[in-house]
T-cell receptor
């Protein structure tokens, strides 16, 4: 069984740029959720993807967008980067319909916006 | 709106002492609550969920709907329990809301 993987591990961008983060689901999982974790805070839900469609969204502006591919991997895209976007971005996969919706987390991508 | 509050940012106990990590929630529906843990240099992982009423690594958590709480307890803390603990609530829109976390340190 392969766990959740994310790439890259670290990324440095400048304000106004665009960034794409990638996530591969755990084997057998079909749902992907993305979280933003600022320093000293808990993870904040960005959105969830199931069957290649956004299935729920937190309080994030439209410049945060995502994709899910037929193999259940996913991308998080952030346009017009702001300094406050600097954070750890976590991806979590789960199996839709699984009792209690246990989510399995990746190691995260550390994004720094200068 | 759903909200999870963990009032203690830091908690330090001695090995063998009881430990209680507090979690309070605000949610209008029927909550599904979880505790996640992150050990040093490891990824976030599920510790336990209220619906299972299970005990994992000696930890238990009881949902108290009257007090809107889901405190995590262990009667005898071990050094390997030192970690960051997050309480989380699953809402109706599939949104998992986390608290800010409590860093537990178990001293020898």
């Amino acid at each position: 069984e392969t766990g959740v993987t994310q790439s890259p591990t670290h990324l440095i961008k400048t304000r106004g740029q665009q960034v794409t983060l990638r996530c591969s689901s755990q084997s057998g999982h079909n749902t992907v959720s993305w979280y933003q974790q600022a320093l000293g805070q808990g993870p904040q839900f960005i959105f969830q993807y199931y069957r290649e469609e956004e299935n729920g969204r937190g309080n994030f502006p439209p410049r945060f967008s995502g994709l899910q591919f037929p193999n259940y991997s996913s991308e998080l895209n952030v346009n017009a980067l702001e300094l406050d976007d600097s954070a750890l971005y976590l991806c979590a996969s789960s199996l839709w319909g699984q009792a209690y919706n246990e989510q399995f987390f990746g190691p995260g991508t550390r994004l720094t916006v200068l | 709106a759903q909200r999870v509050t963990q009032p203690e940012k830091l908690l330090s106990v001695f090995k063998g002492a009881p430990v209680e990590l507090k979690c309070n929630y605000s949610y209008s529906g029927s909550p599904e609550l979880f505790w996640y843990v992150q050990y040093s240099r490891q990824r976030l992982q599920l510790l336990l969920r209220h619906i299972s009423r299970e005990s994992i690594k000696g930890f238990t958590a009881d949902l108290n709907k009257g007090e809107t709480s889901f405190h995590l307890k262990k009667p005898f803390a071990q050094e390997e329990d030192s970690a960051m603990y997050y309480c989380a609530l699953l809402g109706s829109n599939y949104k998992l809301t986390f608290g800010k976390g409590t860093l537990l340190t178990v001293n020898p």
